[in-house]
């Protein structure tokens, strides 16, 4: 199917959100500037004043979205493109301003995670309905965050009660014999907060792969199975866990934790592996103490644990686990009006255990940074660089820096460069064969330039940016193994905009990559995987007690291979959904998904949902 019509369609509707600008009302809700994000700069910062482009999907806008996972919530958004290899609970990779799924660094309430093995994240194993926001920061943040921090980052923030103790309900029905319940409570007061959730689902899913695989000349792709030999449906369950609370002893020192764990087992198609029970846990603290207005140090610690156990016809082959230690201990200093110095020290302890026998399975990383932040009347500023020294590679600096100017009431424009860079993953230097500990670091420069309209009723935001990558990482057939022996560069630009007209909340966003392999024999392709053109818009509107909304998807066609020889086409599709409250606590959700019913692939030779249908019954007097 061609894209032309859907991604058409999308652009004008968000044109159509800037020309309504004039005739929209004001709603503070929904065109809140005040939300305050701490990602992009380790520190409290607003949306309003980020100097690097940040989007934040708070609770209600979860809620309301009634998505299924942190993968269906992101999707289309700017500057994302996803793949996935056959819906729920699949492996799901993330790309963030074209650069690779790997370059995106991923925190859960401060702590990172993500497989030191594989340099992925389980995207699709977060539970959606213990996540209270997620702040996407757009372009390069090694000079804070360190290693894997090229394209961006993402944090998501688990639920934080408030307000009196309450209980909260949630059944789930929907297709491919899909259900799912959840339980909790928590509550808030002066002193402190806590709260607690479980959450059960299960699906029997689609048929996730057809596979292609010649016995003969030993090709294929996909999950390299004879084509169509495995129709069956390829089931998903998962049982998450989430506890946290937090202490204030006083007006200065307060104490905080939190727990997740998710167990989940998956069947998926394949010939060497069809089964896996995985484990996804994140435990993390904070301590913090702010002795006056302007001082705050907090140290900050947690682990964050990946398992996976795989079997082929209930035969176990397998295990790979890994835990990432990491521990942060940052003072942020008022120095003068308007005037923030952040200094701060990292540690991170990769180890690696399971059948697999790898040459190193530990290593660690020490990290010093500062940051520097001031205003000056309608100009802002910011740096900060940083140092790693790492047990693998040694010392590697990275820095960044951005300027903002407003300008007639409601303008800003802003411009920032930054250099980031990506470790190799433990797979990459170790697997036995198939690792080469010769590897360097993947590099990155990244130079941003963004215009942005703040109105009362009307924001949008436009962004461009140009990132060229050094060593990346491939297989290199000189010597069979992984090596340093691309380069890529990265350009593109990203428009978002949301309004309230006539009492429809809009929202919009529409962005462009254009990638290019700089190196080797592939030199002039395009990188694998990453959609051209992609766009999303959501239209809510209550009346009432009942609400309904939709979300529009449509992304370009993209090369499935570094070869450019396997094409995948464009896609559009459209949700709809409904919403009515009986009381202020008791409410029923509705959603068809991909209504149309199309036929698409974001990964070769994986399918993806059809038309699906969900109802929600949530009982939850706190919200």
Do not use: C
């Given at each position: 199917m061609s894209l032309r019509s859907p991604i058409t369609v999308l652009a004008a509707a968000c044109a159509l959100v800037a020309s309504a600008s004039a005739h929209a009302q004001v709603n503070d809700a929904a065109t809140n500037l005040d939300e305050v994000v701490v990602t992009s700069n380790r520190t409290a910062v607003s949306v309003n004043d980020a100097l690097t482009p940040v989007e934040v999907i708070d609770s209600e806008q979860i809620r309301t979205s009634q998505a299924r996972s942190l993968p269906d919530l992101l999707r289309g958004r700017a500057g994302?493109?996803?793949?996935?290899?056959?819906?729920?609970?699949?492996?799901?990779?993330?790309?963030?301003?074209?650069?690779?799924?790997?370059?995106?660094?991923?925190?859960?309430?401060?702590?990172?995670?993500?497989?030191?093995?594989?340099?992925?994240?389980?995207?699709?194993?977060?539970?959606?309905e213990m996540i209270d926001r997620v702040e996407?920061?757009?372009?390069?943040?090694?000079?804070?965050?360190?290693?894997?921090?090229?394209?961006?980052?993402?944090?998501?923030?688990?639920?934080?009660?408030?307000?009196?103790?309450?209980?909260?309900?949630?059944?789930?029905?929907?297709s491919n014999d899909t259900q799912g319940f959840g339980v909790g409570f928590g509550g808030s007061n002066d002193r402190g907060w806590f709260g607690a959730d479980f959450q059960h689902t299960r699906t029997d899913g689609i048929n996730a792969c057809y596979g292609l695989f010649d016995p003969v000349t030993f090709e294929g792709g996909g999950c390299f199975i004879a084509r169509d030999s495995q129709p069956d449906h390829d089931g998903y369950e998962k049982d998450a866990l989430s506890l946290r609370g937090g202490f204030n002893f006083n007006e200065q020192w307060s104490l905080e934790g939190h727990a997740l764990r998710n167990e989940g087992d998956n069947e998926f198609d394949g010939d060497f592996t069809d089964r896996s029970e995985t484990v996804q846990q994140v435990i993390g603290g904070k301590l913090r103490w702010r002795p006056s207005e302007r001082v705050d140090l907090h140290l900050t610690a947690g682990r964050?644990?990946?398992?996976?156990?795989?079997?082929?016809?209930?035969?176990?082959?397998?295990t790979f686990s890994t835990n990432r230690d990491s521990a942060t201990l940052q003072g942020d200093f008022g120095i003068a009006q308007d005037q923030l110095l952040t200094v701060g020290l990292d540690w991170l302890r990769d180890e690696v255990s399971g059948t697999t026998d790898y040459a190193e399975s530990e290593r660690d990383n020490k990290a010093a940074f500062v940051q520097y932040q001031g205003k000056f009347n309608t100009q802002s500023l910011e740096a900060s660089v940083r140092n790693d020294d790492n047990q693998q590679f040694?010392?590697?600096?990275?820095?960044?820096?951005?300027?903002?100017?407003?300008?007639?009431?409601?303008?800003?424009?802003?411009?920032?460069?930054?250099?980031?860079?990506?470790?190799?993953?433990?797979?990459?230097?170790?697997?036995?064969?198939?690792?080469?500990?010769?590897?360097?670091?993947?590099?990155?420069?990244?130079?941003?330039?963004?215009?942005?309209?703040?109105?009362?009723?009307?924001?949008?935001?436009?962004?461009?940016?140009?990132?060229?990558?050094?060593?990346?990482i491939a297989f290199d057939i000189s010597v069979n193994l992984p090596n340093n022996v691309d380069k890529a560069r990265i350009r593109g630009a990203e428009l978002s905009a949301d309004t309230?007209?006539?009492?429809?909340?809009?929202?919009?966003?529409?962005?462009?990559?254009?990638?290019?392999?700089?190196?080797?024999?592939?030199?002039?392709?395009?990188?694998?995987?990453?959609?051209?053109?992609?766009?999303?818009?959501?239209?809510?509107?209550?009346?009432g007690a009942f609400r309904v909304g939709l979300t529009a998807v449509g992304e370009g066609s993209r090369y499935d291979d570094v070869a450019n020889s396997r094409r995948l086409g464009g896609y559009g599709t459209l949700d709809?959904?409904?919403?009515?409250?009986?009381t202020s606590a008791l409410s029923l959700q509705a959603r068809v998904a991909n209504v149309f019913d199309r036929d698409y692939e974001t990964v070769a030779f994986y399918n993806q949902p059809g038309r699906e249908w969900y109802l929600t019954l949530r009982y939850a007097p706190a919200e």
């Open positions: 994302i493109s996803m793949g996935n290899q056959g819906g729920p609970g699949k492996l799901t990779t993330l790309f963030l301003r074209g650069t690779e799924s790997d370059h995106v660094l991923l925190l859960v309430d401060g702590i990172r995670i993500g497989s030191p093995t594989s340099g992925l994240a389980s995207l699709q194993d977060l539970p959606i996407i920061v757009r372009g390069p943040r090694s000079s804070l965050y360190g290693a894997d921090a090229i394209g961006g980052v993402i944090q998501v923030f688990t639920r934080r009660d408030r307000g009196s103790f309450a209980p909260r309900v949630r059944l789930d029905v929907g964050n644990k990946d398992e996976s156990d795989n079997f082929l016809d209930d035969v176990f082959l397998d040694g010392n590697h600096t990275t820095g960044s820096a951005a300027w903002g100017l407003g300008f007639a009431e409601y303008w800003r424009v802003t411009a920032g460069y930054g250099t980031a860079f990506k470790a190799p993953t433990f797979n990459e230097l170790y697997f036995p064969f198939f690792g080469n500990p010769n590897l360097d670091p993947e590099e990155s420069k990244t130079w941003e330039l963004g215009l942005a309209f703040r109105g009362e009723t009307f924001n949008a935001h436009l962004d461009t940016f140009s990132t060229d990558v050094d060593d990346l309230v007209l006539a009492d429809w909340t809009i929202a919009g966003a529409i962005s462009y990559v254009d990638t290019e392999n700089r190196s080797g024999f592939f030199e002039g392709n395009e990188l694998a995987r990453r959609a051209k053109n992609s766009a999303r818009l959501d239209v809510d509107r209550a009346f709809l959904r409904a919403e009515y409250a009986f």
